[in-house]
């Protein structure tokens, strides 16, 4: 929101590009997302995104109100996950005791999600392909807080990085359904 406001000082007309990994950088907020990386289970992946939700709903609504109608493009995560991963001892530790699994699980995971060129692995629309549940959150955040806000509110949902149109069709196939369930309701 504050970056929004900063904007439209300098005359900015809307939003090109809201980039929604670093809305998650924050104290309160990193420990959520690297549960999330981190589980092995849809459940627990899930559990972790019900923590996320209302920050990024909140700052949705935030930056949807400053922006008073104008034009928001949202792009869905599209983290390199090495900037996420605990990278001490001491952070590892303590995750691991949020998650109730042992440090070396914790290790293990970081070190299997490890990529050689993580400009490459699961960046962009690869990430919601392999975690689509990743994308439900965000697009139920994003027309959630446009709902909340209401007036002419129109977000647009960018889907990050596709390198095939099947990647194209899969996300946007989660992102209609659930922007099409969250509206009907």
């Known amino acids: 929101p504050k970056d929004a406001e900063t904007a439209l000082h300098f005359g900015a007309q809307g939003i090109g590009l809201c980039r929604t990994e670093h809305m998650f950088f924050e104290e309160d907020r990193i420990s959520a997302i690297r549960q999330m990386i981190l589980s092995k289970t849809v459940e627990d992946r899930e559990k972790a995104l ?10 949705f ?12 493009t949202v792009r869905l995560l599209d983290p390199p996950l090495h900037e ?3 990278h001490t001892e001491e952070e590892m530790a303590d995750l691991a005791k949020e998650m109730g699994v042992s440090l070396e699980s914790i290790k293990q995971t970081a070190a299997d999600l490890h990529e050689f060129n993580p400009m490459l692995g699961h ?5 919601a392909v392999t975690y689509p549940e990743i994308a439900a ?27 095939d149109v099947n990647e194209l069709k899969y996300v946007k196939s989660i992102v ?3 922007a099409d369930e969250i509206i009907a309701k």
């Open 50 to 59: 019900a923590k996320l939700l209302p920050y990024q709903k909140g700052d």
């Open 61 to 72: 609504e935030a930056i949807f109100k400053v922006m008073k109608g104008l034009p928001v």
């Open 84 to 86: 996420f991963l605990p």
């Open 123 to 127: 960046r962009g629309c690869r990430l």
């Open 137 to 163: 959150m965000q697009t139920r955040a994003i027309i959630e807080a446009a709902i909340s806000v209401g007036g002419d509110i129109v977000p647009e949902i960018m889907i990050p990085l596709v390198g």
């Open 176 to 178: 209609t359904k659930t």
